[in-house]
């Protein structure tokens, strides 16, 4: 019983006489912020281009909003087309199918056109954020 007691002060005298230093977790929060730092642009550069491609898709949007109002405008002009079109197809096996061509070709034409403006303005965007940053 002794010799645990006297384990016991021992153990005691050592906890007591424990002092850690705080150089470790001053190097630790310093390290921490280094790390938080170089994670910060990072981030910048994210949230920029999310915001890049917002606006680029909404000028895409617009963009395909303004080419279905024209097609729809010219409705009677291009259903005039696509029947000339068809009348000068002579293969009997596409001649029903001609008038669906050629609203895919209509349609097609306006997804590249919304492709070539959603690319363009995020190239435009990236060129402004370069220029701006220099």
């Known amino acids: ?6 384990n016991d002060d021992k153990l ?12 470790s977790a001053e190097l630790f929060m310093t390290r921490l912020e280094n790390r938080l730092d ?4 990072v981030k910048q550069h994210l ?13 895409s949007a617009v963009a395909g909003f303004i080419f279905g109002i024209i097609v729809a405008i010219c409705y009677p002009n291009i259903s005039a087309v696509i ?9 009997p096996e596409i ?10 070709v209509i349609a097609l034409i306006g997804m ?7 690319d363009t303005t ?4 990236q060129g402004a954020r370069l220029r701006h940053r220099r």
């Open 1 to 6: 019983m002794i010799m645990k007691s006297n």
């Open 12 to 23: 005691s005298r050592l906890f007591a006489d424990f002092d850690p230093e705080m150089k």
């Open 38 to 41: 170089t994670v910060e642009p």
């Open 47 to 59: 949230e920029s281009m999310h915001r890049r491609n917002r606006i680029a898709v909404v000028a």
């Open 83 to 91: 029947d000339k079109v068809s009348s000068h197809i002579s293969t």
């Open 95 to 104: 001649l029903p199918y001609t008038p669906v061509l050629g609203w895919v």
């Open 112 to 118: 590249a056109l919304m492709f070539f403006v959603y």
């Open 122 to 125: 995020r190239q435009l965007l």
